[in-house]
Nanobody, 120 residues
């Protein structure tokens, strides 16, 4: 059974830090590129960060560049998002995402999400 289980969310003051984790199971973690998305009520889910299958290539959306770091540990089948200097606008539910493309198809998995609230 495929599972992506996020953890590490919570309430933090502006300027603070959090590290999100996403534990993957039920599929070959190294075959999938991974992403973090976030979403607020009434808004579309937006991409936050991307990491390649081998962990060498990372990409970030402009609002989080220099503050967030995506990484992966293949030995632990875990994806991370280190978030520093958090701002109120970072408040959202954060989702872990895995994708593998092959031939004419692809496999996509989502986690259940973890709430991050940045407030004083």
């Amino acid at each position: 059974q495929v599972q992506l289980v996020e953890s590490g969310g919570g309430l933090v003051q502006p300027g603070g830090s959090l590290r999100l984790s996403c534990a993957a199971s039920g599929f070959r973690f190294n075959w999938y590129f991974m992403r973090w998305y976030r979403q607020n009520p009434g808004k579309e889910r937006e991409l936050v960060a991307h990491i390649s299958r081998d962990g060498v290539t990372t990409n970030y959306v402009e609002p989080v560049k220099g503050r967030f770091t995506i990484s992966r540990d293949s030995a632990k089948n875990t994806l991370y998002l280190q978030m520093n200097n958090l701002k109120p606008e970072d408040t959202a539910v954060y989702y872990c995402y895995a994708e593998q493309t092959y031939g004419f198809g692809r496999a996509v998995y989502w986690g259940q999400g973890t709430q991050v609230t940045v407030s004083s």
